[in-house]
């Protein structure tokens, strides 16, 4: 099997997923997995997809990471390695990927600042006299 690539994206996190059959190893910008995300619940959020797909320990991903926070971009890596999984072999993972909800992109984003406003959707303070 050559190596296959997806992409994923969560609020502005962007990762490039690169999945080849393997031992199970988790690179992500050049580190492991257990040293790039400290928490084990983000750690738990990466490898959901191999879970739901029982797949674990067959496939070696490098991860290249950029933009947002830790957890948009576990996330982000979420959704890159369940498309990978599906390009490898749609019949066999994608149902059970797409019934845990992995293959939907949250397209939910931070609302910009207005002007006038302190925050987004937030006024000053109303002062009638």
């Given at each position: 099997?050559?190596?296959?690539n997806?992409?994923?994206?969560?609020?502005?996190?962007v990762?490039?997923v690169?999945?080849?059959a393997?031992?199970?190893?988790v690179?992500?910008?050049?580190?492991?997995?257990?040293?790039?995300?400290?928490?084990?619940a983000?750690?738990?959020?990466?490898?959901?997809?191999?879970?739901?797909?029982?797949?674990?320990?067959?496939?070696?991903?490098?991860?290249?990471?950029?933009g947002?926070?830790?957890?948009g971009?576990?996330?982000?890596v979420?959704?890159g390695?369940?498309?990978?999984?599906?390009?490898?072999?749609?019949?066999?993972?994608?149902?059970?990927?797409k019934?845990?909800?992995?293959?939907?992109?949250?397209?939910?984003e931070v609302?910009?600042?207005?002007?006038?406003?302190?925050?987004?959707?937030?006024?000053?303070?109303?002062?009638?006299?």
């Amino acid at each position: 099997m050559e190596q296959t690539n997806a992409l994923g994206r969560r609020k502005s996190a962007v990762a490039r997923v690169y999945l080849t059959a393997g031992k199970g190893n988790v690179t992500i910008n050049g580190r492991d997995l257990a040293d790039y995300f400290k928490e084990d619940a983000l750690r738990y959020i990466v490898n959901q997809p191999f879970a739901v797909a029982q797949c674990e320990g067959q496939f070696d991903v490098k991860v290249t990471l950029a933009g947002g926070g830790i957890k948009g971009q576990a996330e982000a890596v979420r959704l890159g390695i369940s498309r990978a999984l599906c390009e490898i072999d749609k019949e066999a993972y994608r149902s059970a990927l797409k019934a845990a909800g992995f293959l939907t992109r949250d397209s939910r984003e931070v609302e910009r600042k207005k002007p006038g406003q302190p925050g987004a959707r937030r006024r000053f303070q109303f002062s009638k006299r």
